[in-house]
Each structure stands twice: as structure tokens, then as C-alpha cells.
């Protein structure tokens, strides 16, 4: 723990009235990845977050992929490399008639801040930016190299992350991965998640016998019983 890490604790806190104004301005912005009529809007937020990002000394830049963009950026120095990722893209609003706030107007209460996306996950990755702008306002510089990569489509099931992870995996390379795409343990107290579940989908094709078999005979652990009844006809 380095000695000035009191210091940039307090920074956080007195800072806190301008990251959540930040937050917020970033939660207005209706980055629905599944709906093609937000596509402007997707962009809207890695263009927000690469500005955000060139403002605490990144260099920081819009990645293309077939979909909606990458925010990609890169900051400090030394042999400790650390690669943070997150997204700016959320889940759909509706039904909006369940919201009693409008879901892109953030609403900050004493104890959450109601919005969509809000928990998942410009929440999140706000932390983390918000922790590099205090640790650089305190020390003047980051901790170690860090490299941010922020995608738009996790809630569409990142149909650009792999490939564009193999492209640039010589950029992309660190020692350490931070995905901040988690949550608290309760309403106070942090959680480090140190697992996360993958995510697997397949297609089973089952093909059966082409009549009906007797139960006793067919379908048993006991293969040769099976065989006591080689006919192919309709069970007895
Ligand atoms: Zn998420």
C-alpha cells in the first residue's frame, strides 16, 4: 500500500459531487446495444468515455468492429501491466411503464443511483476511472501501465470481443485483468469477485428409434438385454 493511498482516499471523497455530475452525464446517454435505433446513441457513449479518458492522460481511441465500436486506451508506464475491461452498453428500458423515474434521467438517492445501466456497468467502470483520476491528481501519475478496454456489446453478446481480442492480443497482453462487470456484496460493503461463470451454448440433436420399444428390453444400462428383442416392430 503506497503511503499516499489515505490521501487518495480523501481525494475520492471530496471528489465525489463532480464524478457523480460525470456519471451522470453518462448514464443520460441511452446506449442500448440490441436496438439498432440506438446505434448513434452506443457511439455517443465510447465517444464520451475516450474524451473522458484523453482528459486523465490516456491514449485513448475508437476501435471499429462490425458492430458497435471498442474504446480502447492506454496509460502510465512500468513493467506491472494491467488490463481493465467493462461496457457502456446496457440493457433495454422497457417496459417503461415499470420505471417510476424515467431510466435515462439519473435519479441519486442516499443509498443508489436509479438509472439503466447505472449497476451495470457505467457504475462500475466510472469507479475505476474515477480511482485513476484521484490516484494521478495525488501522485501526478498512474501506478503502473494500465490498459482500458470498454466494449459495446456485452448485452448483445459480444459478438466482437473474441476476434478482436485475438487481432490486438499483442496490445492487449497484461499481467492482470480487471473485469469490473460485478457487483457489491450488500448496499456497504465491496465485494472483490475472484470467479465469474463463462458462458456456453450448444445445440443437441437427439435421434430416437423409428418405433416404439418395450421399456424392459430397450434403453436399459444392459446393452445384450437389448438384444433379446431384435425385432424392430411395435413393443409388446
Ligand atoms: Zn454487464
Excluded at 104 to 133: H, N, W, Y
Aim: proline residues 8%.
Amino acid at each position: 500500500m503506497p503511503d499516499s493511498l489515505p490521501e487518495i482516499l480523501d481525494r475520492i471523497d471530496a471528489a465525489q459531487p463532480a464524478a457523480l455530475a460525470r456519471l451522470s452525464e453518462l448514464l443520460r446517454i441511452p446506449s442500448i446495444s440490441t436496438d439498432p435505433a440506438h446505434a448513434a446513441d452506443c457511439r455517443a457513449a465510447a465517444d464520451w468515455l475516450v474524451a473522458e479518458l484523453d482528459t486523465l492522460g490516456f491514449d485513448a481511441s475508437i476501435r471499429e468492429t462490425a458492430g458497435h465500436p471498442m474504446v480502447v486506451a492506454h496509460g502510465g508506464e512500468g513493467a506491472r501491466h494491467v488490463l481493465f475491461c467493462g461496457h457502456y452498453d446496457v440493457q433495454p428500458a422497457d417496459p417503461l411503464e415499470l420505471w417510476e423515474t424515467p431510466p435515462f434521467e439519473p435519479v441519486i438517492g442516499a443509498s443508489a443511483i436509479r438509472a439503466r445501466g447505472a449497476s451495470d456497468d457505467k457504475g462500475q467502470l466510472m469507479t475505476f476511472l474515477e480511482a485513476c483520476c484521484a490516484w494521478i491528481d495525488v501522485t501526478g501519475k498512474l501506478p503502473c501501465r494500465i490498459t482500458v478496454l470498454l466494449e459495446g456489446e456485452e448485452e448483445s453478446g459480444s459478438p466482437a470481443l473474441v476476434p478482436f481480442l485475438e487481432a490486438h492480443a499483442e496490445e492487449l497482453r497484461a499481467e492482470i485483468a480487471l473485469v469490473c462487470d460485478t457487483g457489491l456484496y450488500d448496499g456497504q460493503v465491496p465485494a472483490i469477485v475472484t470467479q465469474l461463470r463463462g458462458l456456453q451454448g450448444e445445440e443437441v440433436t437427439i435421434t430416437g428409434p423409428n418405433s416404439d420399444l418395450h421399456s424392459g428390453a430397450y434403453g436399459g444400462g444392459d446393452e445384450p438385454g437389448a438384444r433379446a428383442y431384435p425385432h424392430s416392430g411395435p413393443a409388446a
